[in-house]
């Protein structure tokens, strides 16, 4: 159970074999008020903001030699970034609250807080359907109310709120890019057809990450779900999408996966490759969590570099470690990532990310803890380069 506590840590795991002690809700579905900067996890200005944290990196090279990478945010940075997290909500009931836990502060720093040196961050807190609501209904016992439409639908109106309110106080019209993860770019695939295409600010769409989640597209074709915000074939296009799922070259999705494949006949799952737009393999740079939790020195990886002590900066890196490749095999599409292991150098050979039940590894979910995580470099360059080019064309 140690990596299943360590990925609940990160907030982005799945306890599917944890016993949890649920009580029966009612789901309050008053509007939030976003004006409110208790509503939001991350605000330019805002005190507390879960954004304004040490994002600091040890770079560790194949030989073992290492420095640490500084990060710094730009407060001046000419794009805007909105941000919706993946299921990360601990609470015991179906829907979450309002108040943020360490797994909703732990997953924006994770996958959002880096994207701080190319834009200004938004990521507003939602009642969002819970792990514990996921976890009852993958084992076929629902919680009361986890199939009540409203369980799902106030989430998302929460965010559709929170967009509002930061398009209309906020945005001055900024250029934004259009972040999720799991949950999250579940909403956003709702969020889009009916908040922003079509409408005046889909001309201020820098771009959309549609990370950990089945976008479907027309078979061949770059366009589907999004009728007129097609996938991005390059870093220098905008008002297009980045999306992606991750599975390890050795572990490709199994029969019945979860993930790589719509069931609308005619659609087929996006894969765009965040280290080669256009097509190809790439080296992915990873940045990976140094806590106790997912892609980690932990019980399965005892030491990032064989017999050193381990850095103590937040996350570290490990240049060449991981190129990726869009696949399309079995009906699937993926992101396939290759770790570049040399049991002969000095660095650790396995790396974590997987979701477990116990110790077993579910391997329909692919290395969806660390879909974001395993490409951050990549996307946080892409998102740099897509903003000037916008800026460009403005």
Same mark, same amino acid.
């Not at 829907?95 to 701080?116: C, H, I, W, Y």
């Given at each position: ?7 609940? !840590? ?39 903001? !879960? ?9 560790i090279e194949a030989d073992g030699s290492s ?95 929170a967009w509002n309110y930061y398009l209309a ?38 771009? !959309? ?186």
């Open positions: 159970m140690k990596r299943l506590a360590g990925a609940l !840590a990160l907030g982005l795991g799945l306890a599917l074999s944890a016993s949890t002690a649920v009580q029966a809700q009612t789901i309050d579905t008053t509007p939030n008020d976003y004006s409110k900067p208790e509503t939001w996890l991350c605000f330019p200005g805002k005190a507390g903001d !879960a954004c304004a944290v040490d994002l600091s990196t040890t770079v420095r640490v990478e500084a990060f710094k945010a730009d407060p001046k940075a000419p794009i805007d970034c909105f941000y919706v997290y993946p299921t990360v909500s601990t609470d015991p009931g179906v829907v979450s609250d309002m108040t943020p836990d360490p797994v909703e502060f732990n997953v924006v720093k994770q996958q959002l807080a880096r994207f701080g040196a190319k834009c200004r961050l938004y990521a507003p807190l939602y009642r969002q359907f819970t792990l514990a609501a996921l976890r009852s209904m993958m084992t076929g016992q629902p919680l009361p109310g986890a199939t009540d439409p409203a369980a799902r639908q106030v989430g998302y109106q929460d965010v559709v709120d106080h906020e945005n001055k019209g900024r250029g934004v890019v259009l972040i999720g993860h799991s949950q999250g770019s579940g909403v956003l695939q709702r969020l889009i057809p009916a908040e922003v295409e079509g409408k005046p600010v889909q001309k201020q769409l820098v771009s !959309a990450l549609i990370l950990g989640s089945n976008l479907g597209v027309e078979t061949g074709k770059d366009t589907g779900t999004f009728k007129t915000i097609p996938l991005c074939r390059s870093a220098d296009q905008t008002g297009c999408v980045i999306s992606y799922v991750t599975f390890r070259e050795t572990d490709p999705p199994p029969a019945g996966s979860r993930f790589g494949k719509v069931p609308t006949p005619g659609m087929e799952a996006a894969c765009t490759n965040p280290a080669a737009l256009g097509g190809g393999r790439g080296e992915l740079k990873a940045y990976l969590s140094n806590q106790a939790n997912i892609a980690n020195a932990s019980a399965r990886t005892p030491e990032w570099v064989k017999g050193k002590p381990n850095p103590e900066t937040p996350f570290v890196a490990l240049p060449g470690f991981f190129s990726g490749e869009c696949v399309s095999k079995d009906g699937f599409n993926y992101l396939s990532a290759r770790l570049n292991v040399d049991p002969a150098d000095p660095r650790t050979d396995v790396i974590n990310g997987d979701v477990t039940a116990g110790e077993l590894i579910l391997k329909d979910w692919g290395l969806h803890l660390i879909d974001a995580n395993i490409a951050m470099g990549n996307l946080v360059d892409i998102v740099g380069r897509q903003s000037k080019a916008y800026l460009a064309r403005k």
